[in-house]
């Protein structure tokens, strides 16, 4: 993403899922987290696309439209968002919030 931080890894997992083409995952995942504040610079050979969405966004979308997402970040999710709240300390947001958003 054209910028380098400190990781940390927050917690990881295990999962078994079946995804398309009567495939079956089944992966040890690790979540890492890095905190950074500055101009965000991808290489277009390697990224083609990236989105920053505050987390109530996500977890309406995950609900709404949850064919837009892998199944490992599916089961991460609430992992990341309670890490997320208990690490900033932050609440979670109102129901006008998560109903105030628009489908895109």
Same mark, same amino acid.
């Given at each position: 993403?054209?910028? $380098?931080?400190?990781?940390?890894?927050?917690?990881? #997992?295990?999962?078994?899922?079946?995804?398309?083409?009567?495939?079956? %995952?089944?992966?040890?995942?690790?979540? #890492?987290?890095?905190?950074?504040? $500055?101009?965000?610079?991808?290489?277009?050979?390697?990224? $083609?696309?990236?989105?920053?969405?505050?987390?109530?966004?996500? %977890?309406? %979308?995950?609900?709404?439209?949850?064919?837009?997402?892998?199944? +490992? #970040?599916?089961?991460?999710?609430?992992?990341?968002?309670?890490? +997320?709240?208990?690490?900033?300390?932050?609440?979670?947001?109102?129901?006008?919030?998560?109903? $105030?958003?628009?489908?895109?």
């Amino acid at each position: 993403m054209g910028f $380098g931080v400190k990781l940390h890894e927050i917690f990881s #997992f295990t999962y078994h899922a079946k995804v398309e083409n009567d495939l079956i %995952e089944h992966e040890f995942d690790h979540v #890492f987290a890095g905190e950074y504040e $500055g101009e965000i610079r991808p290489d277009r050979n390697e990224v $083609g696309d990236y989105v920053y969405k505050e987390l109530f966004e996500i %977890e309406k %979308e995950i609900k709404d439209q949850p064919e837009k997402f892998t199944s +490992w #970040f599916k089961i991460a999710f609430p992992k990341i968002e309670q890490w +997320w709240k208990e690490r900033y300390k932050v609440e979670a947001p109102t129901s006008s919030q998560i109903s $105030g958003l628009q489908k895109e």
